[in-house]
């Protein structure tokens, strides 16, 4: 039965979800307003009133290029976004249609590696890079976060294939596809939904992940993360340029996000309601 | 050609045994129902047949075919789901005609024969819609489609019907039957429900944990229950059934009485008791008899029977009715 809500009720919660809203989103909201204040002002202390200046976008593409970080993060993040559905649809695929007794665990086991702090294999994984001449190179970061995102584009998509109907794929069997025919005509069109998802969700977090992008790169392979970070040492902190810099960093996510964010709510909360 | 044979056909799932050890023979043009509770094995019985499942022993041959070993797809079956299991993503049309584009038919073939196969399940204005458009009833019908434009030498049926609600459910039965009366395709059909069992099937195998405990015609298994299982599983309402000293009278452990071989009297009979419920259906009348030491009793009479709890009446058997059973089930 549905449950009767009065007009006030609703309009409580929707200035809390406003609040909410603004609460997550003001960090990056302050950062765009002092990327247009001087930096004096920005200096200064708090203050939502920019002077409107556009001189530190200037001087940082002066100082940097902006453009070729920028193709590294699409490369590194499309990248190992294409090489990561490589490896995890079938893997969810066989894991979704022909488990066995063991799935949940290596399931499990995947997740779990997740839970290790990125610190811990700093050491081990660097030597290896520096060993096998992959250091500040895009092939050896594409590969690093694939190998990172890897668990949580399994489990997305385990899910995801998880909903499709076994019946279907079973009709399909019966009247008369082979295994090629099932997965082109039947399997993919009805998991279309959910790759693209998992794809979009796991080309945001590639494009933010800045631990392993900063460490394993210097200049040729280093994306918008690495970027940024460079504002923050050589001549000490110029809060302006460096806000200048992130909102030039974050903006292409942020519209490409902002352009998906349907596709990625279902992504995110597919399976949770019948 | 749609004669099927089972020749010792067995299912296990690692030590779980699931059909011990099945014989049946199914002839060509044959309405087969499978019969019996949930987890008696019927439906997976019936994967065996269409390949869905492996056995773990046994031989399945399709017109002296030996298919054991092979793919669904070779085996010339066609299966309607219990869920539909339509294509979400595909039109009627494009539903319909899969079958045909796996076999690689021609493109106005496939055209011809979904247009035909549409006009015969009255889907022709919905051929452009997907499934999700459709009723549950439509989609049944969609998934009947599917299955006969690949004009198998086979049907099977896993519970086509159970997710209709009752009045469709009737209707859907009827133009089953009716197709298999136009088509003379060897039907198997797989239900829970009796009544379904009993107005569609040529040929009823009821089953039990696995094992076929009777293969006959519908009125043979209601006439004559080869033990107690099926006596009591075949006929709605249940067959009565009684123990004691009115079965030791005559000859047996238990005795079985259909609700409609009990005559009801309010004056006299064989046994007294008090009306519990008294369910007038206006065609029949259902009454729920509390006896002393038969417990409760069925009876089915004619709708005019004035009846209401608290009412004494006084319960007859037909003694040709009478069904003896003994101390292990079988019947005497």
């Not at chain 2, 060509?28 to 439906?43: A, N, T």
């Not at chain 2, 209601?222 to 249940?238: Q, T």
């Not at chain 2, 259909?258 to 369910?279: C, F, M, N, Y």
């Amino acid at each position: 039965m549905a449950r009767a809500v009065s007009t006030r009720t609703k309009i409580g919660f929707s200035i809390a979800a406003w609040l909410i809203a603004l609460l997550i989103f003001f960090p990056i909201l302050y950062t765009i307003i002092t990327s247009i204040k001087t930096e004096a002002e920005a200096i200064a202390g708090f203050d939502l009133i920019p002077s409107v200046t556009f001189e530190n976008y200037v001087e940082v593409q002066t100082q940097r290029d902006y453009f070729k970080p920028f193709m590294n993060s699409v490369i590194v993040s499309v990248g190992s976004t294409l090489l990561g559905c490589l490896v995890a649809i079938p893997a969810a695929w066989s894991m979704a249609f022909a488990p066995t007794k063991r799935t949940k665990d290596i399931l499990m086991w995947m997740l779990s590696t997740k839970m290790m702090p990125a610190a811990a294999v700093l050491v081990p994984i660097y030597l290896l890079f520096r060993d096998s001449g992959l250091l500040d190179s895009r092939i050896g970061l594409t590969v690093m976060l694939m190998l990172i995102n890897l668990p949580i584009m399994v489990w997305m998509l385990y899910t995801y294939f998880r909903e499709i109907p076994v019946e279907i794929l079973e009709a399909a069997r019966m009247d008369g596809a082979s295994l090629w025919n099932e997965i082109v005509y039947v399997l993919t069109p009805m998991a279309v939904p959910g790759i693209a998802s998992t794809a979009l969700l796991n080309i945001i977090l590639a494009w933010n992940e800045a631990f392993w992008t900063i460490r394993l790169t210097t200049t040729d392979a280093a994306p918008l993360t690495a970027f940024i970070a460079s504002f923050s040492s050589p001549q000490g902190l110029f809060w302006a340029k460096l806000s200048a810099a992130s909102t030039l960093a974050i903006a292409p996510i942020l519209i490409m996000g902002w352009f998906s964010q349907r596709q990625l709510v279902r992504g995110l909360t597919f399976g949770a309601v019948k | 050609m749609g004669t099927i044979t089972l020749g010792k056909v067995s299912k296990s799932f690692g030590a779980t045994v699931i059909i011990p050890e099945i014989d049946l023979k199914i002839e060509d043009g044959e309405f087969v129902v499978f019969v019996g509770p949930s987890g008696c094995g019927k439906s997976t019985l019936l994967r065996l047949i269409a390949g869905l499942e492996d056995t773990s022993g046994g031989t399945i041959t399709i017109d002296g075919r030996d298919v054991t070993g092979e793919a669904p797809a070779r085996r010339k079956l066609a299966m309607v789901f219990q869920s539909y299991a339509l294509y979400p993503h595909m039109t009627v049309r494009n539903n319909i005609a899969f079958p045909l584009k796996m076999a690689g038919e021609e493109k106005p073939v496939i055209e011809r024969k979904v247009t035909e196969a549409a006009r015969v399940l009255n889907l022709t204005d919905y051929l452009d819609r997907r499934p999700g458009q459709l009723s549950g009833g439509q989609r049944q019908r969609v998934a009947i489609g599917r299955a006969i434009v690949r004009q198998p030498s086979a049907f099977l049926f896993d519970e086509p019907l159970s997710n209709l609600d009752a009045a469709l459910r009737g209707t859907m039965r009827l133009e089953i039957s009716e197709l298999h009366q136009q088509l003379g395709t060897t039907m198997i059909y797989v239900t829970h429900d009796q009544v379904e069992a009993m107005t569609m099937a040529d040929k009823i195998v009821v089953l039990n944990a696995g094992r076929i405990e009777q293969v006959g015609s519908p009125m043979d298994l209601y006439r004559k229950p080869r033990n107690l299982f099926v006596a009591g599983f075949i006929g709605s309402p249940k067959m009565n059934l009684i123990m004691g000293p009115e079965a030791a009278k005559r000859g047996a452990d238990t005795i079985g009485i259909r609700p409609e071989h009990l005559g009801i009297s309010t004056s006299a009979g064989d046994w007294q008791g008090k009306v519990g419920v008294a369910e007038h259906l206006g065609s029949d009348t259902f009454v729920h008899v509390h006896t002393e030491g038969l417990g409760t009793l069925n009876v089915r009479t004619d709708g005019e029977m004035a009846v209401k709890h608290g009412d004494t009446v006084f319960l007859t058997p037909d003694p040709s009715k009478v069904h003896r059973f003994a101390a292990d089930g079988r019947a005497l």
